[in-house]
């Protein structure tokens, strides 16, 4: 008997490589991050065929603010036209659009166009579909930490109830399926400070691929060589097999 193979209810991808994309074509940075949302709509796709429920993707790490001006401007430029472009294709499609990070950092119309798409798109539940924006791994963590703080200084928490349970419910996320599946394309086998906690037990999937260049056929491939792990959670080979036996 052949079982159907796993597919991951979420899938976090650090979309990496557009700048090495355009240089190879002898382009602008700019260019190859343009080129990024023709991938960010082959994904989209992909997911909503294959039955993903959540997919978050990084667009602007906390650190990418070091980047050249010129650059980082390039990019909020190129959200805002994306956030323009492409909700009301978004919401036809069932997508329910969410940005986390700390997005106090954005300009007002910036924030304002978040704000519009993800009340747009709030009551769509086909695929959760999260931006991060201004998000870095160790600030979600610290964020939850301080929000779990105002708890006990208001009464409604012990201090010595906070658990992970209580951290967790207070990061990005958390009404969401657990991480499944962690892609990062253009080669460098790094976290970048991206979903540090959620990622705990992830399925880790590194691919050479440039971000432009990442398609639906390259999703399909990942999420076939995710349901071929297995996934032991800290008990052994054994245990699992006589589970599922
Ligand atoms: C990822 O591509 C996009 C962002 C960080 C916004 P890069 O711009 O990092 O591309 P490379 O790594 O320089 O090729
Ligand atoms: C991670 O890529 C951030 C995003 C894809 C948004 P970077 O290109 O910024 O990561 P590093 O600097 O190589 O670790
Ligand atoms: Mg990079």
């Not at 080129?35 to 082959?42: D, L, M, P, T």
Request: charged residues 30%; aromatic residues 8%.
């Amino acid at each position: 008997m052949t079982s159907k193979p796993a597919i991951p209810r979420h899938i976090a991808i650090v979309m990496d490589g557009n700048g090495r994309w355009a240089k190879a074509r002898r382009r602008p940075r700019s260019f190859g991050h343009n080129a990024g949302r023709k991938a960010v709509r082959e994904v989209v796709e992909g997911c909503l065929r294959e039955g993903v429920e959540a997919l978050t993707l990084f667009a602007f790490s906390s650190e990418n603010w070091r980047r050249p001006e010129e650059e980082v401007g390039a990019l909020m430029a190129l959200f805002v036209r994306a956030l323009d472009k492409e909700t009301e294709e978004l919401h036809a499609q069932g997508v329910r659009l969410r940005f986390v990070g700390d997005l106090a950092a954005f300009d007002e119309p910036l924030r304002e166009r978040m704000q519009a798409a993800m009340t747009r798109t709030a009551d769509n539940s086909k695929l959760h579909l999260n931006i991060a924006v201004n998000y870095g791994g160790r600030w979600d963590i610290v964020q939850a930490a301080q929000r779990a703080a105002v708890a006990v200084a208001r009464g409604e928490l012990h201090a010595g109830a906070i658990d992970e349970a209580a951290l967790s419910e207070r990061m990005c996320l958390a009404e969401l399926p657990p991480l499944d599946l962690f892609i990062r394309t253009g080669g460098e086998c790094r976290l970048s400070n991206f979903l540090l906690w959620q990622a705990a037990y992830a399925e880790l999937h590194f691919t050479d691929t440039l971000w432009p260049d990442f398609d639906q056929a390259s999703l399909h491939q990942a999420i076939e060589d995710f349901g071929r792990r297995e996934r032991r959670y800290g008990r052994t080979g054994e245990q699992i097999a006589s589970d599922k036996g």
